[in-house]
C-alpha cells in the first residue's frame, strides 16, 4: 500500500486484541463489519489507511483511558492517564506520612483534602479521623478517588468535583468548619481566593504539601500576612 497504509497482515490482529480488551461484547459484530468496510486492497492482501485506523478507533472503540493500580500506605488506588500521581512512590510513602504526623490527627477531625487528585492524602488520613471531604477540579480524577473510595471501603470520605478555590470560598460562606486543611496544589501553587477562605475557616492546622517552593514561599508569605 502507500506510505500512509498499514498492512492488514500485521494489524489485524492488533486490532482483535484491542477490541477484546476496550470494546464491549455488543461491539465486536461492529468490530468486524468495520474492517470489512474499510479495507483497501493492494496487491492480494488488505491494507487499512492510517486515517481509517484512526476513524476505526474513534467510531467502534470510543476514547480508551488507560489506568494502573499501586499500593500507597497500605491502601489501593486507581490512576487513569488523565490523573496526575506521584511516581515515586517510595518516597511518596515518606512525604505523607510525615504530612498526617503534622496534622496531629487525634481521631475526632473533620479535614479537607484540597486539590485532592485521585483521592490518596485523604484516603490514607480517613483511618485517623472522623470525616474527609475532598476537592478537585480534574473529572477524570475525581472519578477515579471515588472508585478508590469502594476499593479502600472508605465510609468517611467524599469527594466533590469542583474548582478548589470556589469550593473553599463557598464554605467559608455558609460557615461550614475544618479542624485541618491538607492543600497539595499544581506546580502553579494556591490562589488568593482559596488563602482568603482557608483563613475566614481558621482550622486548627493547614498542611501544605508543595512541590514548587516558589510557589510555597508565596502563598506562605500571603498566609503570614493574613495571621
Request: net charge positive.
Given at each position: 500500500?502507500s506510505?500512509n497504509?498499514i498492512?492488514?497482515?500485521?494489524?489485524?490482529s492488533?486490532l482483535?486484541?484491542a477490541?477484546?480488551c476496550?470494546c464491549p461484547?455488543d461491539r465486536?459484530?461492529?468490530y468486524?463489519?468495520?474492517l470489512?468496510?474499510r479495507?483497501t486492497t493492494?496487491s492480494?492482501s488488505?491494507?487499512?489507511?492510517?486515517?481509517s485506523f484512526?476513524s476505526?478507533?474513534?467510531?467502534w472503540?470510543?476514547?480508551i483511558v488507560i489506568?494502573s493500580r499501586?499500593?500507597?500506605?497500605?491502601k489501593r488506588?486507581?490512576?487513569?492517564?488523565?490523573s496526575?500521581?506521584q511516581?515515586?512512590?517510595v518516597q511518596?510513602?515518606?512525604?505523607y506520612?510525615?504530612?498526617?504526623?503534622?496534622?496531629g490527627l487525634?481521631g475526632t477531625?473533620?479535614i479537607?483534602?484540597?486539590?485532592?487528585?485521585?483521592?490518596t492524602?485523604?484516603i490514607?488520613?480517613?483511618?485517623?479521623?472522623k470525616?474527609?471531604?475532598?476537592?478537585e477540579?480534574?473529572k477524570?480524577?475525581?472519578?477515579?478517588?471515588?472508585?478508590?473510595?469502594?476499593?479502600?471501603?472508605c465510609?468517611?470520605v467524599?469527594y466533590i468535583l469542583?474548582d478548589?478555590g470556589d469550593?473553599?470560598q463557598?464554605e467559608?460562606?455558609s460557615?461550614n468548619?475544618?479542624d485541618?486543611v491538607?492543600?497539595?496544589?499544581?506546580?502553579a501553587?494556591?490562589?488568593?481566593?482559596?488563602?482568603?477562605?482557608?483563613?475566614?475557616?481558621s482550622?486548627?492546622?493547614?498542611?501544605?504539601?508543595s512541590c514548587?517552593?516558589e510557589?510555597?514561599a508565596?502563598?506562605?508569605a500571603?498566609?503570614?500576612?493574613k495571621?
Open positions: 500500500g506510505s497504509s498492512a492488514s497482515g500485521s494489524i489485524a492488533a482483535t486484541i477490541t477484546r476496550f461484547p465486536d459484530e461492529g468486524s463489519k468495520a470489512s468496510l479495507p493492494s492480494n488488505m491494507a487499512f489507511s492510517s486515517a484512526l476505526f478507533f474513534k467510531t472503540i470510543g476514547p489506568f499501586t499500593v500507597l500506605c497500605g488506588f486507581k490512576i487513569s492517564s488523565k496526575f500521581y511516581i515515586n512512590s511518596t510513602e515518606v512525604l506520612r510525615k504530612a498526617i504526623e503534622f496534622a487525634k477531625e473533620r479537607m483534602d484540597a486539590y485532592s487528585g485521585i483521592g492524602i485523604g490514607i488520613a480517613s483511618d485517623y479521623v470525616e474527609v471531604v475532598g476537592v477540579s480534574n477524570q480524577a475525581v472519578q477515579d478517588s471515588k472508585f478508590n473510595l469502594k476499593l479502600n471501603k465510609k468517611n467524599r469542583k478548589a469550593f473553599m463557598e467559608a460562606l460557615g468548619k475544618y485541618v491538607f492543600m497539595d496544589p499544581p506546580r501553587g494556591s490562589d488568593t481566593r482559596f488563602i482568603n477562605s482557608v483563613v475566614k475557616l482550622p486548627t492546622r493547614v498542611v501544605y504539601v514548587n517552593p510557589a510555597l508565596r502563598d506562605w500571603l498566609f503570614k500576612k495571621g
